[in-house]
């Protein structure tokens, strides 16, 4: 018992342990590392040491530690980042403190509004990501298709080229299992409709939806197992193992593409996602952004963090260390010498379209991929999904009145 | 009071602490509309009519009861199985206990994305079997039915130890003397098993069907990462269904589910105990 107190004792004590900024970043190992460069330079400028709280990979896991940390008012993390689907409940729940005094003009429209309450800004976005088309420039070349601008080209250059290159070889991978990923690709079809996830029973959603249904089933250009394992690496190393002519990803899988051993490295290229007519295609934002918890004992040095990390120096490094696309617009000029996919992935965030900003937008996003996964995997009619799926998004909606 | 309560004020303490506090906090919170975003106010039963209307609710209360009969009527079997060969005696049975135990002793998220692996679809190993012998792929995880399935198989996997130990131990309690008398008075192999193990290892299996059971009630792990409650929705479990409302910010909601399953859970066992104490008359 004596022992029990003693430990007790112990852990009380090492829980006040002297203020210092506390920065949270998750992603893989090596990410936390390159964090931990960034955050070093940071203490030598402006001499203040952050610690740097390490969280899981996974984004759920991520949000999870948050959550909780926020919940219970903990003063620590003093920054972190924030998927852009989950800044509205942060907003909502009034976690973020405001970011004053910063020159906004420089960021991608779409992903700097994700931050904003009443005019003010409350996150801004760190690093962007849209949805983009990867393909075959040496099969685009060999069977003389254009880089298509509208799905009908998409689908009859994959219909071609399928019937030469044989079984086993796909026209189109993306992301169609029932996960957050599918609201994405849901969400760059219907807008490339003229449609809106705000309004989900719409003729323009129901084209769609059909549209994605069949390029399964009817034109067989996407495999079956799109609606029930493909997630981005599955989409990724399916593509790089030479099996497919296009694919929809993120613009991480451009450095994989071309790593050493990709099989299909140098004959990969990039452009934004075609639409139903030329000219409409939508690309999905994604993207982190940074906060500041209003329980923050050191909101001072979290703004110079915050502030030091969306300079242009930084925003460089950002692309170049990581390999993350940057937020600023006006450093991707100097980038794209060196990183060639950087312009296309420039033009497909200037389009970007934003998922329903609503604080639980997860369940929406449930709803979402429950009804657009039931369709496309042939088991719902496209338009009764649609109207059941707005039909329970009404009714959740009317819970949190 | 008397002394000898005093120790058991420990094991009190810490039943307090850790679940009934906790416990007690949770049927609190479903009572109210709580929310981070908007706040907390009360509205009792509100959340508890909102289930009966939530066909996702429903639909992942369905799957979780599936899912128990399912894996614990096979693991019953393959644990009755399992339990009766490592009980025998023939060289090499002490190596067989430990390696039968293995796939319990690995942690169920390690298991789990093992499984993942081998249910993949393009480079899974149950599909270059059937690819290699019967030229089709399965979707394993795909559809609801084999999903069900799959996730079934790979939590047999990793359980059936758990009930082979439990009916082994009732094995051994069973006198070697009635056998053989059972044997001088002639009774075949299958007879034997009929009318002196079964019987006598009854309690055990019965204990077993409750851990069981409540175990796989609650089950989350193998779900979260074999199917992440897809496809459609199919292999949702209520504690998954939970989990992700709470993540969404309504706690008072997700509380109401937690609650929602803590009842089904202490129905099932409450009924399994009864059942358990009329027949056997074991406590």
């Known amino acids: 018992m004596l022992l029990l107190i003693i430990f007790i004792a112990v852990l009380l004590c090492s829980c006040t342990k002297e203020e210092r900024l506390t920065l949270a970043v998750g992603g893989t190992p090596e990410e936390v590392l390159k964090w931990e460069k960034l955050v070093d330079e940071f203490e030598e400028t402006y001499q203040i040491k952050v610690e740097v709280l390490r969280q899981p990979a996974d984004t759920d896991l991520r949000r999870q530690s948050l959550v909780v940390a926020l919940t219970s008012k903990s003063p620590d993390p003093d920054v972190f980042l924030m998927d852009v689907a989950w800044i509205s409940q942060f907003l909502e729940s009034n976690w973020l403190y405001e970011i004053r005094d910063v020159d906004t003009s420089n960021f991608f429209p779409v992903s700097l509004q994700a931050g904003l309450k009443n005019g003010k800004v409350y996150a801004l976005p760190l690093f962007v990501d849209c949805g983009v088309l990867y393909y075959r420039k040496d099969l685009l070349d060999k069977y003389e298709c254009p880089v298509p601008e509208t799905w009908d080209q998409l689908l009859k250059c994959s219909l071609k080229v399928m019937k030469e290159e044989g079984e086993n070889f796909y026209g189109f991978l993306w992301q169609g299992a029932q996960y957050e990923g599918l609201v994405c690709t849901f969400l760059e079809f219907s807008a490339s409709a003229g449609g809106s996830l705000d309004q989900l029973d719409s003729p323009q959603n129901l084209k769609a939806l059909r549209f ?34 296009f694919a929809r990803n ?16 140098g004959t990969v290229g990039v452009a934004p996602l075609p639409g139903f007519r030329r000219g409409t295609g939508a690309s999905c934002l994604g993207g982190w952004h940074l906060g500041i ?38 450093v991707y000029r100097d980038l794209t010498k060196s990183m060639k ?14 998922r329903p900003a609503e604080p639980y937008y997860s369940q929406i996003s449930e709803i979402i991929r429950l009804f657009v996964n039931g369709a496309i995997s042939g088991r719902v009619d496209p338009s009764e999904a649609l109207k059941k799926a707005e039909n329970r998004i009404e009714r959740l909606k009317g819970y949190y009145r | 009071m008397r002394k000898e309560a005093l120790f058991a004020l420990p094991s009190f303490a810490f039943i307090f602490l850790l679940l009934l506090i906790p416990l007690a906090g949770t049927f609190y919170l479903s009572f109210f509309r709580y929310t981070t975003f908007i706040g907390k106010d009360f509205n ?14 429903i639909k992942s209360l369905l799957f979780t009861l599936q899912f128990t009969i399912l894996s614990v009527s096979l693991e019953l079997v393959s644990g009755l199985l399992t339990g009766l060969i490592i009980h025998s005696s023939f060289p090499g049975r002490g190596i067989l206990r430990g390696l039968v135990l293995l796939p319990w002793a690995i942690p169920g998220v ?5 499984w993942e692996s081998m249910f993949n679809y393009s480079y899974g190993l149950l599909n270059y079997l059937t690819d290699s012998i019967l030229g089709l792929r399965i979707n394993w995880l795909g559809n609801e039915l084999t999903a069900l399935l799959s996730v079934a198989v790979a939590d047999l996997w990793k359980t059936t130890p758990f009930v082979a130990l439990i009916i082994l131990a009732g094995l051994q309690s069973i006198p070697e003397d009635l056998y053989k008398q059972a044997k001088v008075d002639g009774a075949g192999i299958f007879r034997r098993f009929r009318e002196i ?7 055990f299996i019965l204990v077993a069907i409750v851990f069981r059971t409540v175990d796989a009630l609650r089950v989350f792990d193998l779900v979260f990462v ?22 969404g910010g309504d706690l008072g909601y997700g509380s109401a589910v937690s609650v929602s399953l803590f009842l089904i859970s202490l129905t099932v066992s409450f009924l399994l105990l009864l059942i358990s104490r009329r027949r056997h008359g074991f406590e």
């Open chain 1, 212 to 245: 994605m249904r069949d390029l399964i089933h009817k034109y067989r250009v996407s495999p079956p197992s799109t609606y029930t394992e493909m997630k981005e690496e599955e989409v990724r190393i399916l593509f790089q193992s030479g099996r497919a002519l």
């Open chain 1, 250 to 265: 993120w613009p991480y899988a451009w450095a994989l593409h071309n790593s050493e051993d990709s099989p299909v490295r």
């Open chain 1, 293 to 330: 918890s209003r329980f923050s004992d050191r909101k001072d040095d979290s703004l110079k963090l915050v502030k030091f990390l969306i300079s242009e120096k930084i925003q460089k490094r950002i692309a170049s260390l990581m390999g993350w696309n940057p937020a600023r617009t006006d």
């Open chain 1, 341 to 354: 996919h950087l312009s296309a992935v420039k033009r497909a965030c200037l389009k970007a379209v934003q």
């Open chain 2, 44 to 57: 009792f039963p509100e959340n508890y009519i909102r289930l009966f209307e939530d066909p996702v609710f």
């Open chain 2, 110 to 114: 390690v298991s789990a994305r093992a």
């Open chain 2, 197 to 203: 193990t079964l019987p006598l290892i009854g309690p």
């Open chain 2, 226 to 247: 074999l199917t992440e409650g897809g496809p459609g929705g199919s292999t949702t479990p209520l504690s998954l269904y939970a989990y992700r409302i709470y993540l």
